[in-house]
């Protein structure tokens, strides 16, 4: 149980362009998502969390008309970054939070490599 | 202010042997604890947690972690160590109360098998 997927797993985009990345919890409803974006070597970032009906509450130095989300259903919340730049290339990793087993934890998707060219 | 450390940046065990991975946290009230495995190019796997209750937990993958107050640690242990272990371990942590669910993460360790 408690699998959460990202879709897709790279993506390859030229600059200016934009690109949406899907998260999925396949077998539990999460009322929040969170989205976080991961450097080489380094720890992740929490860039906003999502939360089901209502807009996403962005971390501090994180532009939300840079970073799109989307949370249309219990299971699936979306990131779309516009206008990309080589900049914005990353790993973005989401993560779900299992609130109905009553143990408040946060499962986590595959990831998505995000190139810019 | 609230943070999460992982004062090893990369450990190097040999296969077979034991390993303690440490993390302290300093928070106003015992925060909710967790440990997460990634491997390169993937996302975190949850290995355990601790939110109350017994403060010795069992995880996946055979390893357990145990919570201590008055140190404010929650240290990661395997008594042998297989090759496949080699990932990076983050140590986290939710505030109990308020804090909106929000995971702070600490730096990582870096673990290396040795064969």
């Known amino acids: 149980g408690a699998v959460v997927s990202q879709h897709p797993s790279r993506v390859i985009c030229k600059s200016g362009t934009s690109v949406k990345i899907e998260c999925r919890s396949l077998?539990?409803?999460?009322?929040?998502m969170f989205w976080y974006r991961q450097f080489p070597k380094q720890s992740l970032m929490l860039m906003a969390t999502s939360n089901e009906g209502s807009k996403a509450t962005y971390e501090q130095g994180v532009e939300k008309d840079k970073f799109l989300i989307n949370h249309a259903s219990l299971t699936l919340s979306t990131l779309t970054v516009t206008s990309a730049h080589p900049e914005d290339s990353s790993f973005y990793i989401c993560?779900?939070?299992?609130?109905?087993?009553?143990?408040?934890?946060?499962?986590f998707g595959p990831g998505t490599r995000l190139t810019v060219l | 202010a609230q943070s999460v450390t992982q004062p090893d940046i990369h450990i190097t065990v040999s296969e077979g042997a034991s390993l303690e991975l440490r993390c302290n946290y300093s928070y106003g009230a015992t925060p909710y604890l967790f440990w997460y495995v990634q491997s390169p190019g993937q996302g975190l796997q949850l290995l355990l947690k601790y939110f109350s209750g017994d403060t010795l937990v069992q995880g996946i993958k055979g390893f357990e972690a145990e919570f201590k107050r008055s140190q404010s640690s929650f240290n990661l242990r395997k008594p042998s160590v297989h090759w496949s272990d080699a990932a990076e371990y983050f140590c986290a942590v939710v505030p109990s109360t308020g804090g909106g669910n929000k995971l702070t993460f600490g730096t990582g360790t870096q673990l290396k098998v040795e064969l």
């Open positions: 993560s779900a939070r299992d609130s109905g087993s009553g143990t408040d934890t946060q499962y």
């Open positions: 077998d539990f409803q999460a009322t929040t």
